[in-house]
């Protein structure tokens, strides 16, 4: 950036800016229940938050190492808590996602009957909760924001959801609790894995504590472990998957874009940051577990969603099957697939979001996403069809869109982690599988665009109308950063791939 | 500078003028009576810190040997008094039951606002005693009153049904408390617990012995905490107490037996087993409280099993001797408990104690029904209430001491908390109510409850007065 810029970045004192950016929804949610007016504030909050994002983004130095924006208030000398906020490639890439998404769920809020202003705090809790979590430098507060969407996202299904919302907010909410708590053991447990004089809840502080190999093996393995488990169901990593599909299937769309674009995100996050720099050791024993589960996601999950008879089905079981790609990713251990892995999470992020959105526009128009009921809807709505396209070939992971550019990085590193000449290792089994993936992922996606678009449209469905014009916008905004990432990865990659420099080769 | 026993005094001087003003002054209003009870106290409450210290225990000699006025003493007296004058306002709300359960005229409300003030001063005592003897006077001198209390609106026959389970499961306890008493002075010769602890590293006594006295002792103090198998009383008790006295009896006479406990077990967990026996009770308590309290559709019930639930995983805390982690743990238990109970008395008196006469509360009242929210998400242990905060030094305490069992079965029931929990929040948020028409909420109550949503999320960001408060 040139010189005037920096010196406006100085002026403006960034570290606050994180904090801006962390608490600005919870502000304009508790303003909104105050009285202000919901829609216009959430909208304003969100874009505000994505020209912040925007300005981290653009002033972030990715040559530099370390932590940048950082800023720190002590909460708890004893415990050594403190609210410590900081962003590196990897975190900056999920915040920017955060905001993306959060601003297109709240521009596809369509009319609230009942408790307006309840449903848009509640999405801005959400989105808090995933920017907390993601900026946190703190353990504490890492895991305390994630749980700050639970209670939003338990009522955003079950006051405005559809179908089956009781049994689908008290299955997802009991699912991950169970989940978060069991993560929360794991932290604890890390938190005592160091040396009594070198124990935080600070990332930075345990990072060094690994790097200077305090963590005892035995240790890593276990804390692995029980991570890998907290944060699995977290993500509905195979066979802990149950609560996704119906969950999403049930919630309002721009509860499904956030949870599914985002907060999802934060148990992958969890393993990138804390699982690949503090437990190699455990990552490297548990690796084989997590290939078997992740093949159980992407061919299993994968058959599942082709047999899928209702669009939000289907969108709910795609999504956890893509989960699969990023685990693999994680699994492999070395700079290129996690690099990859973080890259989908962002891609998936954003191509999820943009189909539930227009999943979303469907189902208010004809009350019913069954694919028996609909199809030829393109006649009256060329827009949506366009856009659904687009994502559907986003989510596939054809050239050109980000899901692509990081897919093929995804399997590249997995290939690579104990390539041997002479003989296939587990991994180079569990690629070739991975890729009949892709060819899933076609055949479902695909035959959704065709059912849902395609062919004859019944009579009932003649006086849909398109898409407003402003909703264009954000579908706009998604598809534009999609294409972006897939023709200029390297915008995102080399911010991201130093996250993970000092304790991944680039090969093995 | 004022010395610690004077603020009981205080308090019983404040609870007799009470009684005198009401015995001799039948024309004032009887709410009044609530209103110098709230303000004694409040004023006693300003007075604790401006006490003077202590002299140390261990050389304690006459009085001192019985009281001390220790951090934890303090720190607890204040708990007491906060828990009475938010008890005395509930009470307030409560008054028309009252009025209305005893036919005639108001006459009994001067000792319905005067007696939580007396018992205040037992349990500002009972924090305090450090000798088996006052032990035991103090806490009789709390269960008096609540036997009392428990039945006071006497012509309701749930409430009559109660106050008989309380008298004889009372009386019970106690006689096992003494029995257990007994025991350890035969083994020791002592009843001072500091000289309890020095006779202990004495090897001739006879360890079996001391150990069936501390189990007695035990026990007794099972019943206060409503620990598992001793926990029988607690539903149906909790269900029957005019409301006030559930709430009172759930945080102030519970806290006061962890107190106890606390002191109590701090020689004894050199005796062999005891450890053991502890985490064996602790699992049994969260287990059933939390099991139990899934099925249940009275929300007096529901709080009743969920006091259960709690006082397992304070026992946790117990049972890995964290004293700070209890303690926490039990502020932040009073500040969530008495929200809810203050929502419930409000919005008992217009529909009922079901569950299913919560529906649609937000619609009715947005602040009772956000009071309702933060209380249910606080019990159950969200993040940014003071409620996880509890929970996460309890955890740490257990995984800390390796108690692996504890810590699992701790895990999966707090997701069951969380079923039942969010069931209330499920009623008042998107059932449907019959009514729409608005719940008035009373200036007192609405600053009472403001006051203590705002004390559960300050809390649950930033711990460190409570736990600088023991410290000290």
Redesign the interface.
Known sequence: MCFVGKQLFNLVHFPLMLLFLVLCPIVAAILILAGAPARLTALLAAGANLLVAVLAFSFFEWWEHGFQFVSSFL????WRIHFALGLDGLSLVLVLLAVIVTLAAVWFTGKIDN?EQ?FYACLLFISSGALGAFASLDLFFF???H??A??PT??LI??WGTGNR?AA??KI??YL??GS??V??GL??LY?SVPVASRSFDIRALQEAAVTHQIAPEAQRNIYLLLLLGFGILVSLFPFHTWAPEAYASAPAPAAMLHAGVIKKFGLYGLLRLAIPLLPEGAHYWAHLLVVLLLGNIIYIGLVTIAQKRLDWMLGYSSVMHMGYIFLGIASGNILGTTGAAGLMFAHGLSIALLFAIAGEVRSRTGTLAFDDLGGLAKVMPFAGLAFGFAAFAAIGLPGFANFAAEIMIFFGAFQNGWDMSRFHIFQVATALALWGVVISAVYMLRAYRKTFMGTMAERWTNIVDLRPALRVPITLLIGVLIWYGFFPNTFVRIISPAFRNYLTATK | MITAPRLEIAVLVLGMIILMLEAFAPKIDKKVFAFIGIAGLAAVLIGTFFLTPSAPTDQATGFWSFYTADPLSIFFKRFSLLTTILVLVMMIDYAPVVRASDGTASSSLGEFFALPVLTCAGLMYTVSAIDFVSIFVSIELVTVSFFVLVSFTRRNPATLEAGVKYLILGALSTAFLVYGITWIFGVTGETNLQRITAAFANPNIDKNAALFGAVLVLVGLGFKIAAVPFQIWVPDVYQGAPTPVTAYLSVGSKAVGFVVLLRVLRPFMMLPKMERLLVLIALLTVLYGNLAALPQNNLKRLLAYSSIAHAGYLLIGVACINGPAVTFYLVAYLLMTLLSFAVLIIVAQQTGEEISDFDGL?KRSPFLAFAM?IAM?SL?G???TAG?FGK?FI??AA??QHQTAL?VVG??T??CG??YY?KV??AM??QPSARIDNIPVSGLSRLAMTALIVAIIWLG????PI?DALKR
Request: without cysteine; charged residues 5%.
């Open positions: 909460v708890s000398a004893d408790y309840a895991y305390a924001f749980e700050l639970l209670i338990f009522l079950g006051i009781s907010a008290w909410t009991i609790t169970l708590f069991i929360l053991i604890i447990l005592q | 937000a929210l998400v159950a969200v993040p940014f996880f996460f955890f740490y995984i800390d810590v895990v999966i707090v997701a969380f079923y969010l929040i499920r948020y998107w960001i930033y711990p460190t736990l």
